[in-house]
């Protein structure tokens, strides 16, 4: 079933930028980012997630995280078993985590990304464990592709403007429907890039997003770092000094 942008919801908090920069775990000898990396082939559903009627899209793009994750991770291949939350199951976390007591609109009122991710850093979501995560800057070309190509993609907070609710592609708009926040804050998983720019998961779709208009609307960036992806497809040595950023992230209270 489709549904109209304009009358999903929205969720994300201000913008809270972790302890940790991703610049600093980036090996020095890394190769620059692949011209386009795509960890969606083969999820033909990738769910709403509550969103379309909650303001829960913080914990829909961890949701499509862990699809992503379990989708590509671990060998052999024919053994991978894409995992995906119901909406319940993410409801259920939108509750205990952020305070919505379902049918009270009043207790529905977002979540601040940042804070999401230390809980879940804490406690366990959705049976995934999370190792921690780093900010790459939100602006970064490099730094957006390097975090979607070694970590499977990078959660990223938006401001969006009131003229995305009826693009086809979310570029830059001049003018006040432009203007970014205009719309609302928005939290979205981006498991893919391409020459054009970042490819999202949104409201239960693939949304591509321009380069510029990821620099000019976005407000925040985070790697997520999950031992279901790590550990299980052989990456703690793919560029990332992985032992040092779980020492450092379990140092953080």
Known sequence: MLHDPANCKLGKGPARHGKLRLAAYLKTDLSPAPEAVDWTAGLTSW???????????VFAAGAHAIQTWTLNAGLPVHARIERTMSDAAVLSYYSR??????????????????DFLNLWKA????????????????????????????????????????AWQNMHTWDVVEGNDGAP???????????????LGPVCVTWGALKQITWPALAQYSDEAHAIISPAWMDRNGRTTCGLAYTALRVDSEAIE
Not at 130 to 152: C, M, T, W, Y
């Open 97 to 114: 985590w952020a305070g919505y007591v379902p049918g009270n609109a009043a207790t529905d009122n977002g979540f601040v990304i940042a």
């Open 47 to 57: 769910g709403m997630m509550g969103n379309d009627s909650h303001g829960d899209c």
């Open 181 to 195: 926040g205009s719309w609302g804050g928005h939290s979205v998983w981006v498991p893919a890039y391409n020459a």
């Open 123 to 162: 406690d366990a979501y959705g049976g995934v464990l999370l190792d921690g995560f780093v900010d790459p800057e939100p602006g970064n070309q490099e730094h957006i592709k390097q975090g979607i190509a070694l970590f499977g993609g990078v959660d990223i907070g938006l401001q969006l403007p009131v």
